[in-house]
C-alpha cells in the first residue's frame, strides 16, 4: 500500500505489520471529519485486499490518539437524513475493521475520546500508555448527544452493562490504570513498549477480552428492564427528559435492543441523528465552542507563572491558594492570623484527597501551600492576588505597602467583586499594572474567572492575567471595570426578585421549582442561602445604583437576625445537618402562573443592560459567562441566544406587561430590539471569527 494520504500516514514493517498513524492535517488534534473517515474508508479496502499480518492504529500527534468526531461536521447536519447517513458511514467503516482477518491493536496515547474511543473498541486489541495525561471515555452526553460508531453496542458488551452506562452517561473520561481495571483497555505499558507489546499482541493472537462470571448477566433481556428502571431514575435527578433527551434515549437502546447487534446499530443511528438535529443538541453544541473560545483567550506561551502569593486566607482567598497549588504551582498564603491558614490546609488536604486519590500526589499539593504570614513570597512571586475583605480603606493600605516590594514584571491582581479597579488604583504609584481576577465559590467547582479590566489597565496586564487564569485550568472572560462587573450584575436582580417574590408570600421551595424548571442548576432562594444573605446584600448595596428596584426588607431583616443562609442553619430556609428541613412545596402552596417570567426576565433584561454598556464585547462572550459561572440553563445556549430562539419581539412584549403590573424594575433596556429580530448568535473564536 504505497497511496499517499492527507489525514493517514501508512508504514508497513519488515515483518508485514502495517502501521496506521492519524495526523489531521493543519490541525493539532485528531477529531474525525468525514474527509478522514472516507479515506480511513479506502485504507481499510486496501487492508482487506493485502496480504498484512497485522494492524497497528496509533497517533502522530503529541496531544492524543483521537478527541472524538469532528463538531463542526456533526453541528452542520441540517437533517436527520444528512446526520444518518454520516453516522452509517462510520459504522460501516469500523465494523470492517473490526472483521479483518488479522488482529488490530489500538494504541493509546493521550486522549482517547468519542469517536476515537469507538474506534479503539472496533479493533481487537487496546493497549494504553500508563501515564497521567492518557484519558478514555464517551462524552458525546454532555453535547446532548450519544455515542454512534457503535459504542452503545461494544461497550455494555465489553465491560458489562453498569460500568459501561456509568461512563456513557456520566460523560466523565477514565485514566489508563482505571481503564485497565475497568476492562476498556487490554494492557496498560510504559512508553518504551508499546510497540513491542502491540507486534507481540499481533505475533501471538491471544482471545480478545470477553465479559465473565456475573458481568454477562448485566446485559441479559430479563435483567435489562430493571437496570434501565433505576438508571432513569438516576438520570432524572440531575438531567429532566424534557431538557435533555439524550440519556435516555441511550438507555432505552440498550433496554430494548441489546441482544440484536444489527438492530442496535440501526438504534444508534435512527436516535443520533435525530438527536443531533434538535436544539438541546445544537445549543450544548454551541457550549462547546463557547468555551473554546473562552479557552482562546488565554496564551499561555504568554506567561506561565510558578509561583503565586495569595494575601488573605478567608474563604475566598484560601480556595484560590489551594486551587493554584492543585494545578502545580508554588503557592505562599499571607494572613494575620494562624488559625485561618490552618483552616485553608485542613480544607486543602480534604480537597486533594478527593481529587488525586493518591498518597503521594496528595502530599506533594500540600508542600506546594506554604503559610507566609510575613509575606516573604511577596518578593519572588510571579502572581500577586489581594483577596482580604472588601473594604477600600484596607486595600489601598495594603497595595501602599507591598507595591514596593514586588517585582516590577509580577502580575498584581485583586479579587474584589465590588469596588471599581479604578478606585484600587488610586493607592498605586502604577495603577495601570492592577487587574481584577474575580473567582466564584467554590473555586474548586466554579470555571469562570472575569479578567476585570479598568481604563488605566494596560493590555499586557490584561493578557497575563488570562494566561494565568488558564495555567490554574480556568476560563478568561475579559469584562470592563464596572458595578458588579458581569455575572454579579446579572445575577442580582434575578436574586432580588426571588426575594421580592417570598415576601409577597410565595413559597421559597416554588419559587426555586420555578428556577430549576426553566433549567438552572439551583433555585434563586437556595443559591442566596447557599453563597450568604450578608454577601447577598453587601452586593445588592453596591449595585443599588447600577440595577432597577429597591433591596426587599426581608432580606435586611435576615441578615439583622443573623440568619445568613446555610452557613448559620438559617435563612429563607432552616437547614439541618446542612440539608433544608423544609425544602419542599406544599400541595396548597400558592403558585402565580407568572413566577418564571419574573426570575428569567429580570435576568435576560440586565444581560441586555450589560451587552449594551459594553461589560463585555459580544453576546457570544456574554452567554459564556452566564453559563459557566451561574450555570444558566446549557440547553438553551445562553440567556441572549435563548432570547434569540424565543423571538426577541415577544419576551419584550412580555417585559412590558410585566412593568405594567409590578413595576419600573421590569423595563425593557434601551438595548432591546423587538423591531429588528436577530439571528441566533454564533459561536466564534478570539478574534470574532464564526467557528
Known amino acids: 500500500m504505497t497511496k499517499h494520504y492527507r489525514h493517514w500516514r501508512l508504514e ?9 498513524y492519524a495526523d489531521k492535517a493543519d490541525e493539532s488534534t485528531n477529531s474525525l471529519s468525514r474527509e478522514m473517515l472516507d479515506e480511513l474508508a479506502d485504507i481499510v479496502t486496501g487492508l482487506e485486499d493485502s496480504t498484512a499480518r497485522g494492524l497497528v492504529l496509533l497517533s502522530a500527534k503529541k496531544n492524543g490518539f483521537i478527541a472524538g468526531a469532528d463538531i463542526n461536521t456533526i453541528s452542520q447536519a441540517k437533517t436527520t437524513e444528512q446526520a444518518a447517513e454520516f453516522i452509517r458511514f462510520g459504522q460501516d467503516v469500523f465494523n470492517r475493521i473490526e472483521k479483518l482477518r488479522f488482529p488490530a491493536v489500538c494504541l493509546i496515547h493521550g486522549f482517547c475520546m468519542g469517536g476515537g474511543y469507538e474506534l479503539a473498541l472496533a479493533c481487537r486489541y487496546r493497549v494504553a500508555l500508563d501515564d497521567p495525561g492518557t484519558k478514555l471515555g464517551l462524552p458525546e452526553i454532555n453535547l446532548g448527544i450519544h455515542p454512534g460508531f457503535g459504542g452503545v453496542l461494544r461497550l455494555p458488551l465489553l465491560i458489562g452493562a453498569p460500568a459501561a452506562m456509568d461512563i456513557m452517561l456520566s460523560g466523565r473520561s477514565v485514566s489508563a490504570r482505571s481503564a485497565k481495571k475497568l476492562g476498556m483497555v487490554d494492557y496498560v505499558a510504559p512508553e518504551r513498549q508499546l510497540r ?19 458481568k454477562t448477566l448485566t446485559n441479559h433481556a430479563l435483567l435489562r428492564p430493571l437496570l434501565a428502571a433505576y438508571l432513569r431514575k438516576q438520570v432524572a435527578k440531575k438531567a429532566p427528559k424534557n431538557h435533555y433527551p439524550a440519556p435516555y434515549a441511550l438507555i432505552s437502546i440498550w433496554e430494548k435492543h441489546a441482544g440484536n447487534r444489527k438492530r442496535m446499530l440501526q438504534a444508534e443511528e435512527e436516535s443520533l441523528s435525530r438527536l443531533v438535529v434538535g436544539d438541546t443538541a445544537q445549543n450544548l453544541i454551541r457550549v462547546f465552542f463557547l468555551q473554546t473560545r473562552l479557552k482562546s483567550i488565554g496564551d499561555k506561551k504568554l506567561f506561565a507563572p510558578k509561583r503565586v502569593h495569595v494575601i488573605g486566607a478567608g474563604v475566598m482567598g484560601g480556595d484560590i491558594a489551594a486551587w493554584c497549588a492543585l494545578q502545580g504551582l508554588q503557592v505562599t498564603l499571607q494572613d494575620r492570623q494562624e488559625k485561618n491558614i490552618a483552616r485553608v490546609i485542613k480544607n486543602a488536604n480534604a480537597l486533594y484527597k478527593k481529587k488525586l486519590k493518591d498518597r503521594v500526589l496528595v502530599q506533594a499539593a500540600l508542600d506546594r501551600l506554604l503559610p507566609d504570614m510575613n509575606g516573604l513570597g511577596l518578593r519572588h512571586a510571579d502572581v500577586i492576588i489581594e483577596a482580604i475583605f472588601e473594604d477600600k480603606d484596607a486595600k489601598h493600605a495594603l497595595f501602599r505597602d507591598i507595591e514596593p516590594k514586588i517585582r516590577p514584571d509580577a502580575l498584581l491582581a485583586t479579587n474584589t467583586s465590588s469596588i471599581p479597579l479604578e478606585t484600587l488604583g488610586e493607592a498605586l504609584t502604577d495603577p495601570g499594572r492592577l487587574v481584577g481576577v474575580h473567582f466564584f465559590n467554590p473555586v474548586a467547582m466554579m470555571q469562570l474567572v472575569e479578567i476585570v479590566r479598568a481604563k488605566q489597565t494596560r493590555q499586557e496586564v490584561i493578557d497575563k492575567a488570562a494566561a494565568f487564569t488558564r495555567h490554574i485550568n480556568r476560563l478568561p472572560l475579559p469584562v470592563k471595570s464596572s458595578p458588579g462587573f458581569l455575572v454579579n450584575r446579572v445575577l442580582m436582580p434575578y436574586l432580588v426578585e426571588a426575594v421580592v417574590l417570598e415576601s409577597e408570600g410565595i413559597s421559597a421551595p416554588v419559587i426555586d421549582a420555578a428556577a430549576t424548571g426553566f433549567g438552572m442548576p439551583m433555585g434563586p432562594i437556595t443559591l442566596a442561602d447557599t453563597v450568604g444573605l450578608d454577601i447577598c446584600l453587601s452586593v445588592a448595596e453596591n449595585l443599588a445604583g447600577a440595577i432597577r428596584g429597591e433591596i426587599p426588607q426581608r432580606l435586611k431583616t435576615l441578615v439583622q437576625e443573623g440568619h445568613l443562609g446555610r452557613k448559620t442553619g438559617r435563612g429563607f430556609y432552616h437547614y439541618k445537618h446542612g440539608n433544608p428541613a423544609d425544602g419542599k412545596a406544599g400541595k396548597s402552596d400558592y403558585r402565580p402562573a407568572d413566577i418564571q417570567d419574573r426570575l428569567m426576565l429580570r435576568f435576560i433584561n440586565e444581560a441586555v443592560a450589560c451587552l449594551r454598556e459594553g461589560v463585555v464585547a459580544d453576546k457570544d462572550l456574554l452567554d459564556a459567562g452566564m453559563i459557566f459561572a451561574t450555570g444558566f440553563a446549557p440547553f438553551r ?21 410585566l412593568e405594567e403590573k409590578y413595576g419600573d424594575r421590569f423595563k425593557p433596556d434601551a438595548g432591546w430590539k423587538p423591531d429588528k429580530e436577530p439571528q441566533p448568535t454564533v459561536a466564534r473564536d478570539y478574534a470574532g471569527n464564526e467557528l
Request: net charge negative.
Open 12 to 20: 508497513t514493517g519488515d515483518d508485514n505489520i502495517v502501521w496506521l
Open 637 to 657: 445556549g445562553g440567556p441572549l441566544h435563548y432570547s434569540g430562539q424565543q423571538g426577541v419581539t415577544e419576551l419584550y412584549r412580555r417585559l412590558v406587561e
Open 196 to 214: 513491542k507489546a502491540a507486534i507481540d499482541l499481533i505475533n501471538t493472537k491471544p482471545p480478545a477480552h470477553e465479559l465473565k462470571g456475573w
